[in-house]
């Protein structure tokens, strides 16, 4: 008689090859987040040389953000299409993919020709190249949440995938520092002329190690165990996923709504905010490298506090921390301008529960539908939600002053109480959650 396959790893302590897995998803997710918004930071200048001159400035910007949101467009087909082959064919291979389709446009943008050269090709050439980016992210953030909550102990789920979230938000914070350096060290011609090519070309090449890196990673025990039972879904995994886990999608959505309203709002509208607020553009951007490292340092500490008290304590203990420091930061940022690094930072280190998403949404989904699951419960929300956060929020916020402490209060008390309520539903329909386990 066949056992029931495993959804987790039984509970051990973690070995070398744990600890070689969680540094190289980590590594690889940083570098990904890096080379995604990279482009978004040099902007300006990307808009003055793959478009024609004589284009007013105000078009040429709008067409190369419109480049950059591309990449956001693209993501949930991505991430479906390599999620569908992950449950199929295996992690690990998607896995690695991921990295590859990131990495290799990321090095050809710092080669492209400009519109000097290739005309009305350059703009093309870089429109693909950035769906491909779209696409490469679409699958790399579900798929190291899988591929990580399979490989370690069932005990260190929380920690796991806390250390890859630093990854990822730490990705952020490494392409800013990047982007301030290359600002400093060359004039505006240079940047313009050359220097800008140089975070592309970088984060390229290092994608390209991680990739090489990545080779020695095994498949995930718990992918192995289900493709031996027979187990793996032969049709189409989504298809499985909309059809029996409609509460799991649910709770993986509400999730993400609260996940972009924390880094999208906190992290990154929150500096153009505090801009029309007088704030000195430098010191804007100090207090946000400060609260974006405390966010990826805060995601490791709230992996922890999983792991011994389970996600659903955390959140809601979390929630109303978050709350507060939104509304401190936003009470107290203009009047008491000299409070900015210690208000921003601690708004900073409670975004770090988004920690809380990626574990309930492995815990949500059986594992032979894991991937396909969270990956579309994930993008396509995300897609949404990131895309509209950042046109409304500043809108509403010109006539509502403290309108992102709003959301980002409506976000931290409706998810929780959707998430309990649901949950409910699906404690007990696979091994893979159970109320001891949230």
């Known amino acids: 008689m066949m056992s029931a396959p495993l959804e987790f790893v039984p509970a051990r302590p973690l070995t070398r090859h744990d600890v070689r897995t969680l540094v190289l998803a980590s590594l690889g997710g940083a570098l990904e987040f890096y080379d995604f918004i990279i482009f978004v930071f040099f902007t300006s200048v990307i808009g003055r040389l793959f478009f024609p001159p004589e284009m007013p400035d105000w078009l040429r910007q709008f067409q190369a953000f419109g480049i950059f949101a591309v990449g956001y467009l693209i993501r949930p087909l991505g991430g479906i299409v390599m999620a569908h082959f992950g449950d199929i064919s295996g992690r690990k291979r ?92 060359f004039t505006p011609d240079e940047v313009q002329r050359f220097a800008w090519r140089i975070p592309f070309i970088l984060g390229g090449i290092a994608g390209l190690v991680v990739v090489y890196l990545r080779r020695w990673l095994q498949e995930t025990p718990i992918f192995l165990e289900i493709r031996r039972l027979a187990l793996l879904n032969q049709g189409m995994p989504l298809k499985a996923v909309l059809k029996r886990h409609g509460a799991a999608v649910a709770v993986s959505v509400v999730m993400t709504w609260m996940l ?50 389970g996600p659903l304590k955390v959140l809601l203990v979390g929630s109303p921390c978050l709350i507060a420091s939104s509304y401190a930061l936003y009470l107290n940022a203009a009047s008491h301008p000299e409070w900015l690094l210690f208000l921003y930072g ?73 998430v309990i309520v649901l949950l409910r539903r699906i404690a007990g329909r696979h091994s893979g959650i159970g109320p001891q386990r949230m």
């Open 346 to 418: 601690m708004a900073g280190f409670w975004v770090g529960i988004i920690s809380v998403a990626p574990i309930i949404m492995v815990r949500s989904f059986p594992a032979a539908v894991r991937f396909s699951g969270i990956s579309f419960s994930y993008n396509v929300p995300y897609a949404v939600f990131g895309g509209l956060i950042p046109l409304v929020v500043p809108l509403v916020t010109s006539r509502i002053p403290l309108f992102p402490a709003h959301y980002v209060a409506f976000a931290s008390v409706v998810t929780p109480l959707v």
């Open 94 to 185: 998607m896995f690695s993919l991921g990295v590859f389709m990131m990495a290799v446009p990321t090095l050809l943008i710092g080669l492209l020709p400009t519109y000097q050269t290739l005309g009305f090709g350059a703009p093309l050439i870089l429109l693909v190249l950035r769906m491909f980016q779209g696409a490469a992210i679409g699958g790399e953030v579900p798929g190291s949440w899988v591929f990580v909550s399979e490989h370690v102990p069932s005990k260190k789920i929380g920690f796991g995938l806390g250390l890859l979230t630093c990854g990822l938000t730490a990705g952020i914070l490494i392409g800013s520092l990047v982007a301030t350096t290359i600002n400093v060290q």
């Open 260 to 309: 972009t309203a924390a880094i999208v709002v906190i992290i990154l509208i929150t500096p153009t905010l505090l801009g029309t607020l007088g704030i000195a553009p430098s010191k804007v951007l100090e207090a946000n490298s400060v609260a974006t490292l405390c966010m990826s340092l805060s995601c490791v500490v709230m992996g922890i506090a999983i792991d011994r008290f």
